[in-house]
Nanobody, 123 residues
Framework: VQLQASGGGLVQAGGSLRLSCAASRRTFSNNGMGWFRQAPGKERDIVAAINWNSANTYYADSVKGRFTISRDNAKNTLYLEMNNLKPEDTAFYYC?????????????????WGQGTQVTVSS
């Protein structure tokens, strides 16, 4: 599975962005998926995750109520809607496909990774 993330950019605090992650194969629909982010000098941490059929989702406390993860299995695409962005949301954002149909919360739970897209939020 190859993953291509897009949609990052520069936005002012309070603004919105929508990230997309296109998968190259139909096996996307069988995998749990996640979005991670990594700021300079920090670890790559999970932001949100979703299981194969969208029945279950997870959000890091820092983004609850502001970010929404979703997927369209017919289009092999994962999304992250980000609203009310804050400067502390600035990071490279990565999409990843899990090893199974449910999602995991650790990096090791994910087998395939996209190349990342930069999100910069100015104050």
């Amino acid at each position: 599975v190859q993953l291509q993330a897009s949609g990052g950019g520069l936005v002012q605090a309070g603004g919105s962005l929508r990230l997309s992650c296109a998968a190259s194969r139909r096996t996307f629909s069988n995998n749990g998926m996640g979005w991670f982010r990594q700021a300079p000098g920090k670890e790559r941490d999970i932001v949100a995750a979703i299981n194969w059929n969208s029945a279950n989702t997870y959000y890091a406390d820092s983004v609850k109520g502001r970010f929404t993860i979703s997927r369209d299995n017919a289009k092999n695409t994962l999304y992250l809607e980000m609203n009310n962005l804050k400067p502390e949301d600035t990071a490279f954002y990565y999409c990843a496909a899990a090893l199974r149909s449910s999602y995991g919360l650790q990096r090791d739970d994910y087998r395939y990774w996209g190349q990342g897209t930069q999100v910069t939020v100015s104050s």
